[in-house]
């Protein structure tokens, strides 16, 4: 999923890269309003993190520039020192979709994002993902693989979900273990026992593993289907 952040700290700019990149997201930076201006209207982005006092053009400017001027509805996370009421409303009538304000939680500017763009994409209201030959009907929490059900704990179900949602995209373990786990993480092997349980469950019967381990990085579902798309 591609990033744009546009934040004129360099301390933040550089938090916010590592911590978003390290959870699989593909990240670019503009340090400044004109730049970060550019980059929002001449490329494609699943998302902008856009801060609202920034050199060049301030970021309610670039907001209604992408909204009015380039029609653009790409979901865009405010950051803020700035917290009062009027503030945010402010930031809202211009065209964001949502709010942060300094200092923040970098977990919870991935949460964030990670609900913007699912709602931009049209999955929170997604009746079920379907991917290669598994069928995940978000309504009964059930699973097939090739019309044969799959039995699969309460977590596995939720890993199976955030991996069917972006099919091939690599998703690394510090993400996944946030947004299954939230604050509680757990223990350093037990996304590790996740995985082998999924992967067992979906392989019954010799079928193909669709569970792909990116070594150094993370975890994918893969699906052949979708990249041909």
């Known amino acids: 999923m591609k990033v744009l952040i546009i934040e004129d700290d360099a301390d933040i700019a550089t938090n916010l890269f590592d911590y978003l990149e390290g959870s699989g997201f593909d990240v670019d930076i503009a340090s400044n309003g004109t730049a970060g201006l550019q980059l929002a209207l001449t490329q494609h982005w699943e998302a902008i993190l856009l801060d609202l006092s920034l050199p060049?053009?301030?970021?309610?400017?670039?907001?209604?520039?992408?909204?009015?001027?380039?029609?653009?509805?790409?979901?865009?996370?405010?950051?803020?020192?700035?917290?009062?009421?009027?503030?945010?409303?402010?930031?809202?009538?211009?065209?964001?979709?949502?709010?942060?304000?300094?200092?923040?939680?970098?977990?919870?500017?991935?949460?964030?994002?990670?609900?913007?763009?699912?709602?931009?994409?049209?999955?929170?209201?997604?009746?079920?993902?379907?991917?290669?030959?598994?069928?995940?009907?978000?309504?009964?929490?059930?699973?097939?693989?090739?019309?044969?059900?799959?039995?699969?704990?309460?977590?596995?179900?939720?890993?199976?979900?955030?991996?069917?949602?972006?099919?091939?995209?690599?998703?690394?373990?510090?993400?996944?273990?946030?947004?299954?786990?939230?604050?509680?993480?757990p223990d350093s092997d037990t996304l590790r026992a996740h995985v082998y349980t999924l992967r067992r469950a979906l392989t019954a019967d010799g079928k193909d593993d669709l569970i792909e381990t990116v070594h150094g990085l993370g975890y994918r579902f893969v699906d052949s289907d979708a990249d041909a798309s």
């Open 56 to 185: 060049g053009v301030d970021g309610l400017t670039i907001c209604r520039k992408l909204r009015e001027e380039a029609r653009r509805d790409t979901p865009v996370l405010m950051l803020t020192a700035k917290d009062t009421l009027d503030d945010k409303l402010e930031g809202f009538v211009h065209g964001a979709d949502d709010y942060l304000v300094k200092p923040f939680s970098l977990k919870e500017v991935g949460a964030r994002l990670h609900a913007l763009i699912k709602r931009y994409k049209g999955q929170v209201t997604q009746a079920s993902l379907c991917c290669a030959d598994v069928r995940f009907d978000l309504a009964t929490l059930t699973v097939e693989r090739a019309g044969r059900p799959v039995k699969l704990p309460p977590k596995c179900l939720q890993l199976l979900r955030i991996l069917m949602q972006s099919p091939n995209r690599v998703f690394g373990r510090a993400e996944l273990e946030a947004d299954i786990w939230g604050e509680q993480l």
